[in-house]
């Protein structure tokens, strides 16, 4: 109770604080960040995007593993799991994904809609995977143990990356860089002289 009383007189003393100096617009993220200090409160580093995202993705492959029946451990995760993971997303997805007897198959713009699946995007895919083998290890989990850096995920990953490419009718070809060719000026080419 004590806790909780004094928790509020801090956070009571920290609004007035904050409405004191609200006119002031020279206040930094530094001089805040002291003040919390100075009143005993912990302040959370601020985490950029693709950190909060990390936290998010393995948080929710979390609560799959505790969904699943039976419930799993990650310690007893494998790369199978992971890629009844990845199919379970499909569900959620936003990407339409035509099937082989669509008559829109292989076009990049469909003229029309059609009752094809959506299914999650390749490169959703790709990241997620990214950051939950970023997870596992930061987590605890020993590189040689992460089920997302499996051969099986890293095939499931190209072959959705190619399926959804022949549906689309886009190739996902890495492109070559072309050099572009040096183009000589007159004065270049014939040595400038002057006369």
């Given at each position: 109770m004590a806790a909780a009383v004094a928790a509020a007189a801090a956070a009571a003393s920290l609004s007035r604080y904050n409405n004191n100096n609200n006119n002031s617009s020279s206040t930094s993220a530094t001089q805040n960040h002291q003040n919390h200090h100075q009143l005993g409160l912990?302040?959370?580093p601020v985490?950029?995007?693709?950190?909060s995202q990390k936290r998010r993705d393995w948080n929710t492959f979390g609560?799959?593993?505790?969904?699943?029946?039976p419930?799993?451990?990650?310690?007893?995760c494998s790369g199978a799991h992971v890629l009844e993971f990845l199919r379970y997303l499909d569900q959620f997805g936003k990407t339409k994904v035509h099937t082989e007897n669509c008559p829109?198959?292989?076009h990049p713009n469909p003229p029309a809609p059609c009752p094809c699946p959506l299914k999650q995007a390749w490169g959703s895919l790709d990241a997620l995977i990214g950051r939950l083998r970023a997870a596992f290890e930061e987590n605890g989990g020993q590189p040689e143990?992460?089920?997302?850096?499996?051969r099986a995920v890293r095939l499931y990953?190209?072959?959705?990356?190619?399926?959804?490419?022949?549906?689309r009718g886009i190739g996902y070809d890495k492109k070559k860089r072309t050099r572009k060719p040096h183009v000589t000026t007159d004065s270049e080419a014939c040595g400038s002289t002057s006369i």
């Open positions: 912990v302040v959370p985490m950029s995007r693709y950190e609560q799959y593993l505790k969904n699943h029946r419930p799993l451990t990650l310690s007893r829109f198959f292989g143990t992460n089920p997302f850096g499996v990953l190209r072959e959705v990356r190619d399926a959804q490419a022949k549906a």
